[in-house]
């Protein structure tokens, strides 16, 4: 069932090649000149590394570039499926995705643009963030509601003539620091009586200089500002664009996103799985590495056990991710709806086990900087949240069972 054709297989091979030879050795060092070039609170002055230009320039040059996109005529065109194995590669080092310019959010944006964008849309800004010119960011959840309802929503996208006029405030809009976002995708309420609850919200596009949208401040993930991409909140004061920045018009908002999230789920579960892999090697080679009490660390206190609980559970998460991806791929996302659910629960939670173990197996260095484990340990609980806390994918998964049944979980009145 996940057998790879000949020429997924050469993009698999190419790209651990890549990683390995470009990216693995000098990730270290790109970590560290991230935090010396954006060491103060001024956000305003975050920079990547002159380096990051050259390592996207190489991948690009090799064909590793926009391999998340199905269209052979815009990106590789690999499936879902074929695509997950990538993921799951550079899901094992936090610059790989931006290499490849298939990271989040900017790859979920280039899907939106590309299913539902006009072709003036595709050509102002799909084609900019498929050569990398660009970055994106997507503005959903908002501060003052429970954003696990997504129709609690109350920032607005009202029409007035020809233009669009928005009004709300968003935050953890993911991007938002980086100096080369250009471009925000805005969700929003648009009231429509004669509509139901979830065709009543529109994706709008905005440029991020556009008057009355203010970046208000960045916000800190356990401390760890994740300069100079960041996630900031940022306020929307009668902000005013042309009807033509609807993406796929008016009340199609909720459509729009579940388009987005299917494919954007797997990346990020796949890459969790790598994170989970990296972190297990890690585990092992610190702890064989280092004795105590007569033996090495590893052997002590149950390690052994949970090597292998660790192994069990990442094959698992992988398998699943993998047959969701293939339903999607063979049956389309509305048949996918219980795996995409199932494994944006598993996936985050196999690797937040895993790594907090691989934490501790490190003791102090663990905490540090000197490993990626304190990145992978924040992906890992941000993304618990993050697209659908667990207990929403956990309350779609059981209204799935009961209609099997033929009952269902509405309230009676």
Not at 279 to 303: H, P, T, V
Request: hydrophobic share 40%.
């Amino acid at each position: 069932m996940f057998e790879l054709s000949a020429r997924a297989q050469d993009y698999l091979n190419r790209t651990k090649k890549f990683i390995a030879e470009e990216i693995e050795p000098v990730e270290a060092d790109f970590w560290q000149q991230v935090h010396e070039l954006n060491q103060g609170g001024d956000w305003t002055k975050w920079q990547w590394p002159a380096e990051l230009e050259s390592l996207k320039a190489k991948a690009k040059a090799a064909g590793l570039w926009n391999m998340f996109l199905p269209c052979p005529e815009r990106g590789q065109g690999l499936s879902v499926q074929e695509y997950a194995h990538i993921a799951e590669l550079s899901g094992r080092s936090l610059i790989a995705p931006v290499v490849f310019n298939c990271n989040a959010p900017d790859s979920g944006n280039m899907e939106v643009l590309w299913r539902y964008g006009s072709e003036e849309q595709k050509q102002e800004w799909l084609m900019p963030l498929l050569e990398g010119k660009i970055r994106s960011v997507f503005c959903m959840t908002e501060p003052a509601v429970a954003s696990s309802d997504a129709t609690n929503m109350q920032a607005t996208a009202m029409v007035e003539g020809n233009e669009i006029v928005l009004n709300g405030r968003k935050w953890w809009s993911s991007g938002l620091g980086d100096p080369n976002a250009k471009i925000i995708i805005f969700m929003a309420h648009t009231p429509d009586e004669t509509k139901d609850r979830h065709h009543q919200h529109s994706m709008v596009l905005v440029p991020v200089n556009t008057a009355g949208v203010k970046i208000e401040r960045m916000l800190p993930v356990f401390g760890d500002y994740d300069a100079p991409h960041g996630h900031g909140e940022v306020s929307f004061e009668n902000v005013r664009v042309p009807v033509a920045n609807f993406i796929g018009g008016a009340g199609q908002g909720f459509e729009i996103a579940q388009g987005r999230l299917g494919p954007g789920r797997i990346h990020h579960c796949m890459r969790c799985i790598g994170a989970a892999e990296k972190s297990l090697e890690l585990i092992i080679d610190r702890g064989m590495s280092r004795s105590a009490f007569g033996k090495e660390i590893l052997k002590l206190g149950g390690n052994l056990e949970r090597v292998a609980e660790a192994r069990v559970a990442i094959d698992q998460a992988r398998l699943l991710t993998l047959y969701a991806a293939y339903k999607m791929d063979t049956l389309g996302n509305m048949a996918a709806l219980t795996e995409i659910s199932a494994i944006k629960v598993v996936a985050p939670s196999v690797l937040e086990k895993v790594v907090d173990m691989a934490i501790q197996i490190h003791g102090g260095a663990g905490v540090s900087r000197d490993t990626p484990l304190t990145g992978f340990f924040a992906q890992a609980r941000a993304l618990r949240l993050a697209d659908g806390p667990d207990e929403v994918h956990k309350g779609m998964i059981a209204k799935l069972e009961l209609a099997k049944r033929g009952y269902n979980t509405r309230r009676k009145k």
